[in-house]
């Protein structure tokens, strides 16, 4: 004899002067999306309900639920609050830049529901994307305007990131082979979400009016070499070469660390290998 087999999870409810022992139902427990069909402009959204429900159809308080889409970091999920109320909710906003169809699932207490919710994304970015690719305008062919000469990273999150200039753009790559044309429509559905920065390890970099000389780590947290001892330590006799002057425009971009006293406090090839994409480099992976 075949019988359907239920996991069961048990909750304490906290309620005022008694603790009651709660078994969280997955098969009665439920996801639902307010909306199930979107815009994907990054603007239009949903409320996504998690209600959880006991073995007696009762609520469950106080329990954490997280929700994940079936579309990864494509779709963002906006957290109204996670942890059920009184009558055993949790509430999520979801956003989209990107068409397609997205299935969002949860878990309570780190236990799966069977429920899940369904919602159809259109008018957002169809062009064939994906994370780590390079982009750019077509040339208009004048010499006089710009935007069709800049390159951006597509990321994880789902914005562009842009390389400021070609010395920073040529830390991360060795030429523009891998850089895709996108029709002016489809960029302009992506949002920006900064500048691209020196990729850690590969170059020194000292700012136009600052006569210090930092070194690159990631996330574009610079460290001031303090001495050149330090620098033919870590870059060797010929380290001035490995210095690019950045314009103080894009100083915001950066932070700063602790500054480097001795050659063996930073080792250019173990940083250059510990950040191997722009979406690393950013925290968003």
């Known amino acids: ?117 369904t919602i159809a994304w259109s008018g957002g970015l169809s062009f064939p994307l994906v994370t780590g690719d390079l982009i750019k305008l077509a040339d208009d062919g004048d010499l006089s305007t710009q935007p069709d000469t800049a390159v951006y990273y597509y990321a994880k999150n789902g914005k562009r990131y842009v390389f400021p200039n070609d010395k920073c753009f040529f830390t991360w790559y060795p030429d523009f082979s891998k850089v895709q044309i996108i029709p002016g429509d489809q960029m302009s559905l992506i949002p920006i979400g900064g500048n691209v920065t020196y990729h850690p390890g590969v170059k020194m970099v000292k700012f136009q009016t600052d006569v210090k000389t930092y070194a690159v780590s990631r996330g574009g947290t610079l460290r001031w070499v303090k001495t050149e001892e330090a620098a033919r330590g870590m870059y060797g006799l010929e380290w001035n070469t490995k210095v690019d002057d950045i314009n103080e425009a894009f100083y915001v971009n950066y932070t700063f660390g602790w500054p480097i006293e001795y050659g063996f406090d930073y080792a250019p090839d173990v940083v250059r290998n510990s950040v191997n994409s722009i979406d690393y480099d950013k925290g968003l992976e």
């Not at 999870?9 to 009651?20: D, E, K, N, Q």
């Not at 079936?70 to 059920?84: F, L, P, V, W």
């Not at 956003?95 to 397609?100: E, M, P, R, T, Y």
Request: net charge neutral; aromatic share 6%; no cysteine.
């Open 1 to 117: 004899m075949k019988r359907l087999l239920t996991v069961l999870a048990t909750f304490s409810l906290i309620l005022p002067g008694a603790v009651y022992a709660a078994t969280l139902d997955q098969n009665t427990s439920k996801v639902a999306a307010e909306k199930t069909a979107l815009n994907a402009d990054g603007i239009d959204n949903a409320r996504v309900v998690v209600a959880l429900k006991d073995t007696n159809l009762g609520s469950i308080v106080g329990a954490t639920v997280t929700l994940t889409s079936s579309r990864g970091s494509i779709d963002e999920i906006r957290i109204e609050h996670s942890t059920t109320d009184m009558f055993g909710k949790a509430y999520f906003r979801v956003f989209s830049l990107k068409d397609g169809t997205s299935v969002f699932s949860a878990t309570a207490n780190g236990i799966p529901l069977t429920s899940t919710a």
